[in-house]
């Protein structure tokens, strides 16, 4: 398991190097203002439905339902079959009334820049359609313990964005813009090719083809049943960050971008950590829980929880300490100025603050979702979104964008409790044997003594400058 998440982690991280190379491109070529609004929030609608089935949704109610089936090919055929001709007709609807579209989520824009944003969501969200047969394809190639493929095959959007800001560089805003929403689709496209070639080599379009000619009956009445809950369950953090949208369209141009620029630093951490354990667990405990191996299953539990809580524990604090001087080092040039960072760095504070429950709250409810407890799981990130609705309200007149932020990671935080709560404070609390204990306090402290060396180690390089 250790292989398989460093493995995660190499890739996450080399596509979120490229991605920072990208946004720093971005934030000189765009800047934050109206067009930089236009194409994170025509970028933002794919992302979202991206993020919500590539990071669980699908995974979590495809693996245990595969698991289970007797008639595999035909099982994986039928749903592969019926969900891409879900997303087809999703993205032709889009693409058709893709004003009205545009106007649901950002409808502070002004009509002007409502009809320059609709052009370029039509475009963008064809992302959707590969990015479901990507994610398709890589749930097979986890349940084979291949995770090479899919931590990797994210380079090739960013590579492909950054040649789109390189060649449109010096164009007007709006063409730049263009550019890169093409980016976007081919990207998505050469994610499609790798995965295949991946699909090819694990046998995976083999089974797809005896699904195909198959003609014996298999139900997908347990699969829906699971999906439309675990869809809901796993969208909480997603659809937090897409009412940051809808709400900072409302306020002082720039905003929806000092939200996006904080965000993606926030989901450096939760990428390279959350994301690359979560995906390599869940899996396993699906499989031990349907050998009734529970307590193996609860073990390997506990060992990633440690594990990831140290390092949330030392992201946070490195993060909060050194907000300002991440944001000038990687953003603050070109059209991104001394006060577009100063913004940025209190917004990645905010969110900093949910860092933690966010990121431990995926690996409970995976443990939900393995043992088929989807609508309890939907049933709690439906009240956290409410709660980050309420205090989004609560909170953006004193507060403005940093509001919007905050209200996010308190409901992360309402969302880990009740998802604590279902999973059993009793069993939780018996992850707290004395020895991790001991390793959690000295984690805290490397991480703030770390913290204020580098950061001390920047104020001299400064001066020496």
Known sequence: MIKQIIINFLGIFSSRVLGF???LLSASILGANIYSDIFFTAFKLPNLFRRIFAEGAFTQSFLPSFAKEKNKPK?????????????????????????????LIAP??????????????????????????????????????????????????NLSLILALLISKGEDKETIVFYLSIGVIVGGIFQVIVHLIAAKQYKILKLLYIGAISKKKVSLNNFKKHFLPSLFGNSTAQLSSFIDTFLASFLTVGSISYLYYANRL?????????IATSSVLFPKITKYLHSNQELEAREILKKSFWFLFYALIFATIIGAILSEDIVKLLFQRGAFEKSDSKITAYVFVM???????FGLNKLFSSYLYATHRHLKAAKISFFAILVNIIFSILLIFPLKVLGIALASSISGW??????LKEFGFKDFFRFFEKRYVL???????????????????LIFFKGAI
């Open 351 to 357: 969110y900093l603050i949910g860092l933690i429950p």
């Open 75 to 103: 099982f994986a055929f039928k749903v592969f079959v019926y969900f891409l001709s879900i997303i087809l007709l999703l993205t032709i609807f889009i693409n058709i009334f893709s004003y009205e579209v545009t106007s």
């Open 439 to 457: 390793g959690m306090i000295l984690a805290v402290l490397i991480s703030i003594i770390m913290a204020i060396l580098f950061k001390e180690v």
């Open 266 to 274: 926030f989901q450096l951490p939760f990428a390279l950590f959350v």
């Open 414 to 419: 309402v969302l880990f409790y009740f998802t």
């Open 21 to 23: 190379v990208r946004d």
């Open 108 to 157: 502070g824009f002004s009509q002007e820049a409502k009809k320059i944003a609709s052009e370029f969501v039509a475009i963008n969200f064809w992302y959707l359609d590969l990015i479901f047969i990507v994610t398709f394809f890589s749930t097979l190639l986890q349940y084979k313990n291949h995770f090479l493929t899919t931590a990797f095959s994210t380079l090739f959007l």
